[in-house]
Each structure stands twice: as structure tokens, then as C-alpha cells.
């Protein structure tokens, strides 16, 4: 019975098709450790991580975040890497202690970190708050801590008042004085909110706090370079979540700071969003009607079979040769024109003659047009011609026959092509750098001036945020959770996107699998 | 109930196919101009770059000197990005095709098409800034990897056979790509863990300083090995797709012939699937190797940008497309560097262009073959 048993199973295959499983395996593997890479730093980066206070052999203090840990080069043991903010101290925030020359190590809850708008971060012991030139005679751990949060609180309030009264009041009231210098009222009214600006900022300006580094230095802070303080050790893990949580709305709401190697990435986010957008606008309505006519209205002969084959051709052709077209035809060739007939009084400072928003989005509109084109030509070759001729035997004419049946049956396709596509711009980096991608442009292309979206402005995108930060920062090691953390989000998006798309035609795919004609 | 046709009335009518004439036109004239705008880019280039060339606007010995190692370092890029893809890619197209499961099939391959859509940026980033430090630190582990999966693979295939029954059917070899994974990492833990013990024993220590006095080889910390790595991941899944699709696409009435004569499913893949499929694998590589020649971002932050010329893997390159990305913007137009890199850029569309076309050609004539062999359906 046994021997039955064991026949009955399928031959060996032999070491090759193990191999062949294998390398599904590895593929996988390496998708799955990338994937979890990005995922654990990116989202690690926004947690409140315990600040360790160390004392080494030789007495010497130090407070700080370990980050990692590394074999010593020619010895025994392991060194470990430290960021210990205070740049203004000693002009370094890292520091690497081997961890056999540490003596002892605490997680003391009187440590703060203070996020300063200048020099990072500060890490250790808060002594007063208080007016410029505050004595420190009698310092008093438990009273001081809420004072610094209510101060902060009520700078922010300051500093949220200031903004408002200079975004709605002053900024209108300067261009009325710009385009009518005479205009009296006017002046006197923006005086007046001057005078009042300047007194929000000299509330803001009085206060310090006196801070004291673990190593005995002492700092005195302006309270208005703090932008928030928090005492890790001292949090619970509830707190720490909302902590994070905060912290992750923030770097998704705010402009970069510190050569983008702290703060968020709003404009990133926008300036990609809004470049996707206006690509995704025009390369709909382009994309459908080549479609169109490749498959419904073109002579289905050899030219139109070689014209289809090139144009699925050009979805292959390496985008930096887009970019290339974009800067030679849109940039140097109609932008300058454009630059000479109509804006020729901002010369030779160029406007549209530079890389900016819309030859951005015109050249990621042709880049993924081949896209559009073979997606939706797939989608109305799957229609069976049955359908067509239903209609036309009915008596609608082509243009009926095409609007009211075929193009509503090819729908789910063009949304699939038009998905696939903005996922593929949204990726996109290299045509990018030609054609007007910037730094830093915390100016998103979209405001409250006339003409409102702002087409020459050049912007900022996620994909070169990542690229720039990463190879152009002064401090690459201190940017880099911040670069986990852009690539965690362009990676989001970007399967999202695909997701759907996968979504979406699958679901076309099951609706109109019974009356696919054959390929 | 169908409502009768109100052809009837002749002005309608007439008013109605006058639109529709125009609207017909409309759509053509559209459609021309939107295919010859995108037919646009390869015309401008030659416009752009070939006047100058044939009327010497560029010096030839400069021409040389710029174009040679930014096309030696394109092909040392793509040609360590194929080593790495081709095997892989290929492996799991066979085992995908012939292997799995109708249903895990289909879930297999969307999640490869993510890794397709994963973009340049981030995995150029992974490479240049976190994989290539690591690499550099633990160089032998990493390398003996490449030894190590294949023969950890082997050895599960011959411990699969000692199993009982039971065990068998709860592995089966269709589901290997999912339970190999954990005992790869394993494996791919443990090579790191004992790389140093190794080094240190056979290398002196320290693999790179070992390369360096015995083969005389350089080693960059961002270098061709990277490069390979990081585009042979961005490549392998365009090339699955398409090797699988010819691969899915040979009539299943061939396979159960040979599966009736009594070979084995490796047999009958190896004798009589590979051999009708094999031009459209061979169309999947050269896609794969055109996508690799133009990829900027992977190469430009994973390869160091230094134009070199050597064999050596261990060295970093420059392509043709991260030059024109780092030098395009700079370049004055209509200068002779600007001409250049114009050059380099209709190069890479001609080359681009003409692999897939080629491709195209080749997996046409495969369709048509695939009905031929198959019969009428």
C-alpha cells in the first residue's frame, strides 16, 4: 500500500525547477525586505525616541538618541552612534562612543529636546524661563517645565496671529499701495498694521529660556526659535503615539526647513499633486482621441499597424530623452519666444523661457501618452464589433455609434490608462530635472495673485526631494529619516495608484471577458 | 421593444451625417497630430544634432574622447543589470508559468507589476545610500551570497525529497517561491553572520583590502556590482511579465503531448515549451536591456558618476543618461557640449527604439506562430 502511495506522486523535477522556484523566492524577498525597509525607517523617523543620558570612563556627559551600531574597524566590540543636537555648541550633532567606553547609561525624565528653527535640535536640562536677562539663582525642575509649554503655547498663538494679520491685512494692502502709490487711506492703514506686526513680534521677541546642556554648558534660548519641546523620557506610550501621530500631520503640512533636511514636505506634495494634475488634464483628452482614430477611424492597413507599433514603442524610449525634447522644444524653443513677444520687459531674466510648471507637465503629458493611447486602444479593441455594427444597423451614424456606445463600454480602460499614467509621472524624476523641477520653492504655484496658478513658477516634487536631499544636503546622515520618510510617501501613492489600476482592469476584464473577441 | 428608426426625415438626417462627417475629421486630423507630435521627439533630435555633425560643428577627437566611456559605462550598466535580472526574472517566469497554481498565479504577478511601478528615485536611494555602505561592510558575505542561495535551493530540493508523504503535499514544489522564503533569509542571515569568520581566515580580514593586493582591483564604494543590483531590480519584473506572457501563451496541447509521453514538467518546459516560446523571451530581454540602457535615476545615485573605463565591477560608471541629467542643464544652447549630450541623447533614442521595434517584430510573428501551432480555437 505504501509503495502505491509513493508512485502515485509526481516525478522529481530535477534541480532546475527548484531553481526556478528559487529565484521567485529571491524576487520576492527582495521586493518584501525593500518594501519593509522603507516602512520601518520612514514611519520609525516620526516616533519620540527615549533620550539616553551616557557617562563614559573618562567622567564625560553626554545626552542623546543612539540611531545604530557598527563593528569597530580593527578591534573588538562595537561603537555606537549617537545624535546629541547642540550644533550651536560644538558645530556637530554626532557623535560615535565605543560601548565598551561607556560607564553608565540613564533614561532621566528631566531631559527635554527643544526643536529650535535654527541650528536643530537642543537635548538637555531646561533651568528657567523667564525675560531676557532672568536670574537663575533658584532653580525649581517641577514649576519650570509647564511654564516653557505655556509659554510656547502662547508664542504660538503670537506667531499664528502674526501670520494671519500679515497674510490677510498687510500683504492686499501692499499691492493696493503698489498699483496706487497715492492712494492715502491705503498707507495710513498699512502703517498701522506695520505698527501692529512689529508689536507681535516684540512680544514674541523678550523671552528665553535658560537651558544647560548635560555637559554643564549653559544657553540662554529665545522662546521664539523654539518651535516645540517635549521630555521623551518622561512620556507614556499613549503619549508618545499622539506624539507621533502629530508629528506625522506635520511633516505631511508643512514647508522644509534646514536645507530641506528637517521640517516637512507640503510644497513637495502639492507641487507633485498639482504638476500630475494638469498632466493628467491634458493627457486625457489627447491620449483618448489618437486611440480613437488608431481604432475606429483609421484605415486598419500596414501603416496604421506600423504607426501602433511605434507609438508603443515610444512608452520604452528612456524618459531623460523626453526631458531632453522638452528643454530643446518647449524650454529654449517656445518659451523663449513666448519670453520675447510677450513678457520682453522682464528680460533677459527669462519667464517662460526657463524650466517651470507647465513644461513640466507638457513633457510628462507626451512621456505617458503612449501610455493613455495603448490602454484605451486595448480597451476598445476588447468591445466586440458586434456591438458597432448593432448600432450602426439601428441607424446611428459613426459619431452616435462611437459616443453613445463604444466610449461609455471603454471607460473602465481609459481611467486604467489614465491611473497608469499618473502613477508612471508621479515616479518620474529624471525628465524633471530639465524641465523645472526646483530645490526649494516653499512659494507653492498656486496663490491668491493674479493670474492665480502660477504656470512658469518652477516647484517642488517628492521624487527630486528625495534625489536632492539625499545627495545634496550638508548633513546626509542627520536628512536621512527624512528621505525614508518622502519615499515612504511616493511609494504609497504610487501603489495606490497602480492598486487601482490593477483594480479597474481586472474588473473590466471580468465584465467584458465573455464577449472579448479573440486576440 | 425596439423603437422604429426615425431615419426618416431627410434634413435630420442630413444635418446628422454632416456632423458626424466632421466630427470623423475632427477625430483624424486630432489623431494625426497627437501621434506625429509624440513621433516628434526622434525627428527633432536628428534636426537638432545631425546638421552639426555633418557640417562639423562638432570637433571629432572630442566627440570621442566624451562619447567613449559615457557608452562604455552605459553598457557596463546594463550588461550588470542583465546578469542580475536575466536569471531571476527568467527563473520565475518558468516556475510561474508552468508551475503555479492557476490562482496563486494571479496574484503573483500584480505584486510583481508593483515592483515595476516602484520608482527610479527610491530605488536609487535604497542603492547609492543604504545598500551600497552595507555592501561595502560586508563585502564576502554579500558576495558569497550569490553562491549561497542557489546552493541553499538545492539543498532544500534535496531535503524536500527525504520527506514523508504528508510533509510533500503540505510543500508542494508549486508553492515553493512562498515557503523558500524564510529559509532563504535564514540562509541569507546566516552568510552574513559568518562572512566575518570567513574573512578573516581566507582574506586577512577585510575582503576589500584582499582584492585590492592580490587582483589589483579598486574598490568604489558606489560601483558597477550596485548598479547591477539595483536596475536588475528595477528590470527583472518587465522582463518577467513579458517572458511569462510568451512563456503562458504556447498552446497548452503541446505541453500535455509531451506530459502524455511520459516527461516530466521540467522536461516538457526544457524540450518543448522553451523552444516555441524562445522568441519571445528573447524580445523580454532585449525590452529589459532597452530599459536599462536609458534608466537615469538608479544610475545616477548608485553608480558614483565617474566616467571610468574598466572592467572592474568594483568601479563606479557614468551613462549617457545620468550625463545628459547632470550636464543638460547647464550645457548653453547650441554649444558644442550641448550638442553633445543632444548626441548621447538621440543615441539613446535610436538604440531604444530599434530594440523594441525589434522586439515588437519578433513577438508578432510569436502570436502568429502560437495560433498556427495551436489550430483554430
Do not use: C
Not at chain 1, 510628462?364 to 501618452?369: I, N, P, R, S, V
Amino acid at each position: 500500500m505504501k509503495r502505491r502511495a509513493v508512485r502515485r506522486l509526481p516525478r522529481s523535477e530535477g534541480p532546475w525547477a527548484w531553481l526556478a522556484a528559487g529565484s521567485v523566492a529571491v524576487s520576492l524577498l527582495m521586493l518584501g525586505g525593500l518594501l519593509l525597509l522603507i516602512a520601518v525607517r520612514g514611519l520609525g523617523h516620526f516616533w519620540p525616541a527615549s533620550v539616553a543620558l551616557v557617562t563614559l570612563d573618562d567622567g564625560r556627559a553626554i545626552a542623546g538618541r543612539a540611531t545604530r551600531e557598527l563593528p569597530l574597524v580593527g578591534q573588538e566590540g562595537n561603537e555606537r552612534l549617537y545624535f546629541t543636537g547642540n550644533r550651536d555648541f560644538d558645530g556637530h550633532v554626532w557623535e560615535w562612543i565605543p560601548v565598551s567606553a561607556i560607564a553608565s547609561q540613564q533614561r532621566p525624565v528631566d531631559l527635554v529636546v527643544l526643536e529650535r528653527r535654527r541650528y536643530g535640535d537642543f537635548i538637555g536640562r531646561l533651568v528657567a524661563v523667564g525675560p531676557v536677562g532672568l536670574s537663575v539663582d533658584h532653580p525649581d525642575q517641577e514649576a519650570v517645565w509647564p511654564r516653557l509649554q505655556a509659554r510656547l503655547q502662547a508664542q504660538q498663538a503670537l506667531r499664528d496671529e502674526r501670520d494671519r494679520l500679515v497674510r490677510d491685512t498687510l500683504r492686499p494692502l501692499v499691492q493696493r499701495v503698489d498699483a496706487n502709490p497715492g492712494d492715502h487711506d491705503a498707507r495710513e492703514a498699512l502703517a498701522e498694521v506695520n505698527d501692529k506686526v512689529r508689536a507681535l513680534q516684540a512680544g514674541m521677541h523678550g523671552e528665553v529660556a535658560i537651558v544647560e546642556s548635560v555637559g554643564g554648558r549653559r544657553l540662554e534660548q529665545p522662546l521664539d526659535e523654539v518651535l516645540r519641546a517635549w521630555r521623551p523620557n518622561a512620556m507614556s506610550p499613549v503619549e508618545k503615539l499622539m506624539a507621533w501621530a502629530q508629528n506625522v500631520w506635520r511633516f505631511l503640512s508643512e514647508g522644509p526647513r534646514d536645507v530641506n533636511a528637517t521640517g516637512g514636505v507640503w510644497p513637495a506634495i502639492f507641487g507633485t499633486v498639482l504638476m500630475v494634475l494638469l498632466m493628467s488634464l491634458l493627457v486625457t483628452p489627447f491620449g483618448v482621441l489618437a486611440a480613437v482614430y488608431l481604432n475606429e477611424v483609421a484605415h486598419q492597413g500596414r501603416m496604421t499597424h506600423l504607426v501602433r507599433i511605434a507609438v508603443r514603442n515610444l512608452a520604452g524610449v528612456p524618459s531623460i530623452v523626453y526631458g531632453v525634447f522638452g528643454l530643446g522644444v518647449f524650454v529654449y524653443g517656445i518659451g523663449s519666444s513666448l519670453d520675447e513677444w510677450f513678457f520682453s520687459d522682464a528680460l533677459p531674466s527669462p519667464t517662460f523661457g526657463t524650466g517651470g510648471l507647465l513644461w513640466a507637465s507638457l513633457t510628462l503629458a507626451l512621456l505617458t501618452l503612449p501610455v493613455v493611447i495603448v490602454a484605451t486602444e486595448e480597451g476598445l479593441a476588447r468591445i466586440p464589433v458586434e456591438q458597432r455594427e448593432g448600432a450602426l444597423a439601428l441607424g446611428a451614424t459613426r459619431l452616435e455609434t462611437l459616443t453613445r456606445v463604444v466610449l461609455p463600454m471603454a471607460v473602465p480602460a481609459m481611467l486604467t490608462g489614465v491611473i497608469l499614467a499618473v502613477a508612471r509621472a508621479a515616479g518620474e524624476v529624471a525628465p524633471l530635472m530639465l524641465v523645472g523641477v526646483a530645490k526649494l520653492a516653499p512659494q507653492v504655484p498656486v496663490d491668491g495673485e493674479f493670474p492665480y496658478l502660477h504656470l512658469e513658477r518652477k516647484f517642488m516634487h517628492l521624487g527630486y526631494h528625495i534625489y536632492d536631499t539625499a545627495f545634496h544636503g550638508n548633513d546626509v546622515q542627520a536628512a536621512m529619516p527624512v528621505v525614508y520618510a518622502t519615499a515612504l510617501l511616493l511609494v504609497l501613492v504610487i501603489l495606490l495608484l497602480n492598486l487601482t489600476a490593477i483594480l479597474l482592469r481586472h474588473y473590466f476584464r471580468a465584465r467584458h471577458g465573455v464577449l472579448a473577441r479573440q486576440p | 421593444m425596439i423603437e422604429p428608426s426615425r431615419l426618416a426625415s431627410p434634413p435630420r438626417s442630413h444635418w446628422r451625417h454632416q456632423r458626424d462627417r466632421l466630427a470623423t475629421g475632427l477625430i483624424a486630423a486630432g489623431g494625426i497630430g497627437v501621434v506625429g507630435a509624440v513621433m516628434a521627439i526622434g525627428a527633432f533630435l536628428a534636426f537638432e544634432v545631425l546638421p552639426a555633425l555633418a557640417g562639423g560643428g562638432i570637433d571629432t577627437e572630442r566627440l570621442r574622447d566624451a562619447l567613449t566611456p559615457m557608452a562604455w559605462g552605459t553598457l557596463k550598466a546594463a550588461l550588470g543589470a542583465m546578469v542580475f535580472a536575466i536569471p531571476l526574472a527568467l527563473g520565475a517566469a518558468m516556475h510561474s508559468a508552468l508551475f503555479m497554481s492557476q490562482r496563486l498565479r494571479s496574484r503573483m504577478k500584480p505584486s510583481l507589476e508593483m515592483m515595476e511601478a516602484l520608482p527610479g528615485v527610491v530605488v536609487g536611494f535604497i542603492a547609492g545610500l543604504v545598500l551600497a555602505p552595507w555592501i561595502e561592510r560586508h563585502l564576502a558575505g554579500s558576495l558569497a551570497l550569490l553562491a549561497i542561495l542557489p546552493l541553499g535551493v538545492l539543498l532544500a530540493a534535496a531535503s524536500w525529497r527525504r520527506l514523508s508523504v504528508g510533509w510533500r503535499r503540505r510543500l508542494p514544489l508549486s508553492r515553493a517561491g512562498l515557503w523558500l522564503i524564510p529559509w532563504l533569509a535564514l540562509l541569507g542571515y546566516a552568510s552574513f553572520a559568518l562572512s566575518p569568520i570567513v574573512e578573516a581566515r581566507l582574506f586577512g580580514g577585510d575582503l576589500r583590502v584582499w582584492l585590492d593586493a592580490e587582483l589589483g582591483l579598486d574598490y568604489a564604494t558606489r560601483n558597477a556590482l550596485i548598479v547591477g543590483l539595483a536596475m536588475g531590480f528595477a528590470v527583472m519584473p518587465s522582463v518577467y511579465a513579458l517572458a511569462e506572457d510568451a512563456l503562458s501563451g504556447v498552446p497548452s496541447r503541446l505541453g500535455e503531448g509531451a506530459h502524455a509521453l511520459g516527461a516530466t514538467r521540467w522536461q516538457t518546459l526544457w524540450r518543448v515549451v522553451l523552444p516555441a516560446a524562445a522568441p519571445g523571451i528573447f524580445a523580454a530581454v532585449m525590452i529589459g536591456a532597452g530599459r536599462a540602457v536609458g534608466e537615469t535615476m538608479i544610475v545616477l545615485m548608485a553608480s558614483g558618476n565617474t566616467a571610468l573605463m574598466s572592467l572592474n565591477p568594483f568601479e563606479g560608471m557614468r551613462t549617457m543618461a545620468a550625463g545628459i541629467a547632470v550636464e543638460m542643464p547647464e550645457a548653453v544652447p547650441g554649444s558644442e557640449e550641448y550638442l553633445l549630450l543632444m548626441l548621447a541623447a538621440l543615441l539613446l533614442f535610436a538604440f531604444t527604439f530599434l530594440v523594441n521595434t525589434l522586439a515588437e517584430v519578433v513577438r508578432s510573428r510569436l502570436r502568429r506562430r502560437y495560433r498556427w501551432l495551436g489550430g483554430a480555437p
